[in-house]
């Protein structure tokens, strides 16, 4: 049987996928407030999961206790658990949940700034009727951002592998836009601008996460010094592939040391043994999991070691038992 945060983390994972789903459909005309809907709905799921593996995996550490008022109406002593409409428990909201999870520095304040944001766009269902006009870009790259921070979490929670997602959101440059002298805004899209801005203008010192992420597509045929040559495969005919450095650095976000650590949280029989090794020997030769780079950049005096790919796990699943 399941435990509750991991059925938890798959509810989450699934909310995750069909936010994507829609925002990259081609003609969906509620885009943007489905969208945040469903992150929304991940976003809480995950802080739920994380809530409840804290606590000994009990639901009822997510009940909301409430003080039972006496007879003359005053506030009493007894405590009891709050109910809904319905007569189920009141859980605690996405907000108490990531307040506390920032208090101990387990969530960044920046995530939850950018969900902040999406809540905004929830609650206010603001809609946005022309399409082309900077609230479709603003909202991508609120977007953007939420899925990004929402992966980096889940990573470092869970070690949850997002290898077999295609979590990307497509880009508005792909569709070149109306030219506009200027635009009108009413008063609650004036009211969220504004709100926006104030987020952003706060100072953050964590550069894993992000209130939103600019967008810029450009196409070219480029062979730039600064791109890093990629080669696989066994085929006479090979493609060059190059990416930046911090392309690398998103491909392959783990260090020897972040792998083993992880290794650790995700199964309950990892050691770092010969055999071990061995696996990881035979890993490295494949670019899909591993990548040798060096440790400074442009020094050529630099050290070389390798950095691995979340795509690995789909490899080290076959050899270790997940928790």
């Given amino acids: 049987m399941k435990s ?53 995996n009990k639901l009822s550490s997510l009940y909301v206790i409430e003080n039972v008022k006496n007879k003359d109406g005053a506030v009493g002593k007894k405590k009891r658990v709050k109910k809904t409409r319905s007569g189920n428990p009141f859980t ?43 609230f479709s870009i603003r909202l991508q790259e609120i977007g953007a951002a939420a899925i990004h921070n929402y992966t980096t979490t889940a990573q470092q929670w869970f070690c949850a592998d997002f290898s077999k997602y295609n979590l990307y959101i497509l880009p508005l440059g792909f569709i070149q836009p109306k030219q506009h002298t200027g635009i009108i805004l009413n008063r609650e899209e004036k009211r969220f601008l504004n709100f926006l801005d104030s987020i952003e203008k706060k100072e953050h010192s964590d550069e894993r996460y992000s209130i939103s992420i600019s967008i810029d597509v450009s196409f070219s045929k480029s062979k730039a010094d600064d791109a890093l040559k990629m080669r696989k495969g066994d085929s006479p005919i090979v493609v060059d592939i190059r990416l930046t450095e911090e392309q690398l650095k998103d491909k392959y976000p783990m260090s020897y040391k972040d792998l083993t650590n992880a290794c650790r949280i995700r199964y309950v029989n990892f050691k770092q043994t010969p055999d071990f090794y061995d696996i990881l020997k035979e890993l490295k030769m494949d670019t899909t999991y591993s990548y040798e780079r060096e440790l400074h950049p442009g020094n050529p005096k630099s050290a070389k070691t390798n950095f691995y790919s979340t795509a690995i796990w789909n490899r080290l699943d076959r050899h270790y038992t997940k928790k």
């Fill in 4 to 56: 509750r945060a991991k059925e938890l983390l798959e509810r989450s994972l699934a909310a995750i996928v069909a936010a994507l789903e829609i925002f990259n459909k081609p003609n969906f005309k509620y885009r943007e407030d489905t969208f945040a809907i469903l992150v929304i709905n991940a976003w809480e799921l995950l802080l739920k999961s994380k809530w409840i593996s804290d606590n000994g």
């Fill in 92 to 134: 605690h909201s996405l907000d108490y949940l990531g307040k506390k999870l920032v208090a101990t520095k387990q969530l960044s304040q920046i995530a939850l700034d950018n969900i902040n944001v999406l809540l905004e766009i929830r609650d206010s269902a603001i809609h946005f009727y022309n399409t082309e006009n900077i």
